[in-house]
Nanobody, 123 residues
């Protein structure tokens, strides 16, 4: 029903920046809460940032002040601007959407997921 496609990942040096995009199609609603999550090797998938349909945002403490989540409801696209990247940010980044409006931060609240895009930060 819903398809999410991430793009924008890659290899970057410490202190660099990347902009991730997530294009949604196939029946998503612009009212749904969306989020970015990441999973590093040997670690559980973790919350990065979420955004509600009215633009309220929430960030993990580890990325506050460095990452910015935004959405273009007209284009059904989610973004994550990542600045001042650190090696600890290395992970596969996933976008996801709920089938509701509340921007919960736990990954288990999200129904549809993209395939992920690799972000690697070299030291």
């Amino acid at each position: 029903q819903v398809q999410l496609v991430e793009s924008g990942g890659g290899l970057v040096q410490t202190g660099g920046s990347l902009r991730l995009s997530c294009a949604a199609s196939g029946g998503t609603s612009s009212d749904y809460a969306m989020g970015w999550f990441r999973q590093a090797p040997g670690k559980e998938r973790e919350f990065v940032a979420t955004i509600s349909w009215v633009g309220r945002t929430s960030y993990a403490d580890s990325v506050k002040g460095r990452f910015t989540i935004s959405r273009d409801n007209a284009k059904n696209t989610l973004y994550l601007q990542m600045n001042s990247l650190k090696p600890e940010d290395t992970a596969v980044y996933y976008c996801a959407t709920r089938t509701g409006t509340i921007p919960y931060t736990a990954p288990t609240n999200y129904v549809y997921w993209g395939q992920g895009t690799q972000v690697t930060v070299s030291s």
